[in-house]
């Protein structure tokens, strides 16, 4: 971000605030129509764009100094909401792809993947997110972009872009005809699986294409774009 970008948010800190709050809040709207199912040829499609979109507001909060609540200790914001129905309508939406493996941090040496879910990661993110919009719809403006800071450099930041990379990979799988490895492997109780026979090495295109790309609307019936 420039001088200059910083320095016309210093001076309009209300308008960042607007700017920031409209595009959590598109992308809860938008992430809570996609779980309805009314239209899952383009679910992947459209979550990655949404979480590109909602990754460039927490860049912009993470360039920025850092916020400071008005107030010393956090009001109450009363009971969080329920995201477990959304998790579970993504869930079933998102499968068989809804599962990937992810570094949790890539500057500590030899991490290993871990198993990962994209509905999980969504509803975590929509939870972070709903808790500091709780905040500025009661005009807690201050609080609500602290919060949003806070929670995007040690929480959502990494989440959502965890499950940004997946789906974006997922993506490239298809319209680059590049088959996924077996999927089976993976699985987010039991933790990734090693066995003799190498299953996350074989290739799995007919999946990919007929279980995958057509469902999901990547890819159409009858070959390639």
């Not at 499968?95 to 290993?112: G, I, K, L, M, W």
């Not at 929509?126 to 929670?151: C, K, N």
């Not at 109780?189 to 007919?206: N, P, R, V």
Request: one cysteine or more; glycine letters at 8%; a negative charge.
């Amino acid at each position: 971000m420039s001088e200059a970008t910083l320095n016309a948010i210093e001076d309009n800190p209300d308008d960042f605030a607007v700017q920031i709050s409209d595009q959590i809040e598109s992308f809860i709207v938008s992430v809570t129509e996609v779980a309805k199912g009314d239209d899952p040829d383009s679910a992947v499609p459209y979550l990655l764009l949404e979480l590109s979109q909602l990754l460039l507001a927490g860049g912009r909060l993470g360039a920025h100094e850092d916020f400071v609540p008005v107030e010393r200790y956090e009001p109450d914001i009363g009971p969080e909401s329920d995201v477990d129905e959304l998790r579970l309508k993504l869930a079933a939406l998102l499968d068989p792809v809804d599962v990937y493996s992810e570094v949790f941090d890539p500057y500590e040496p030899r991490t290993a993947p871990v198993p990962c879910r994209i509905s999980d990661d969504l509803a975590d993110v929509i939870t972070d997110l709903r808790h500091g919009m709780a905040h500025y719809t009661e005009g807690r403006v201050s609080e609500a972009l602290w919060w949003w800071q806070f929670s995007y450099l040690s929480n959502w930041g990494t989440t959502a872009s965890a499950a940004l990379r997946a789906l974006q990979s997922l993506v490239a799988h298809v319209r680059l005809d590049t088959p996924l490895r077996e999927l089976d492997g993976l699985d987010t109780d039991s933790g990734l699986t090693d066995d003799d026979d190498g299953a996350l090495e074989k290739e799995a295109g007919a999946v990919m294409a007929a279980e995958i790309g057509v469902p999901l609307g990547l890819r159409p019936e009858g070959g390639r774009r």
